[in-house]
């Protein structure tokens, strides 16, 4: 049972980086990023597959975000630059239970409590 937990959120200015860590007790088929912020569904962020390193992202953070893995560590990062502050949600990670990069957040497991990720000036 993977059980991702999730570090690195905090107040950013619009324009501003920030580097989300994900740290699994394990590896399934791939680790996804979603977001939620308040009022809305959880939304698919980005996803990389842990045999290949393929990704995937959502429309809205391509060319912004990007999702890397360090098979070693067990970790999955995401690399959020050139903020907005339509980006401000709690962002969680995921194990995906399923082969291929799926954006369903009901395809993956291990929901822990996420991080704040504030965009505000």
């Known amino acids: 049972q993977v059980q991702p937990v999730e570090s690195g959120g905090g107040l950013v200015q619009p324009g501003g980086s920030l580097r989300l860590s994900c740290a699994a007790s394990g590896r399934t088929f791939s680790m996804g990023w979603f977001r939620q912020a308040p009022g809305k569904e959880r939304e698919f962020v980005a996803v990389i597959s842990w045999s290949d390193g393929a990704t995937s992202y959502a429309d809205s953070v391509k060319g912004r975000f990007t999702i890397s893995r360090d098979n070693v560590k067990n970790a999955v990062y995401l690399q959020m630059n050139s903020l907005k502050p339509e980006d401000t949600a709690v962002y969680y990670c995921?194990?995906?239970?399923?082969?291929?990069?799926?954006?369903?957040?009901?395809?993956?497991?291990?929901w822990g409590q996420g991080t704040q990720v504030t965009v505000s000036s």
């Open positions: 995921a194990a995906g239970s399923t082969r291929g990069l799926s954006t369903d957040y009901r395809l993956y497991y291990g």
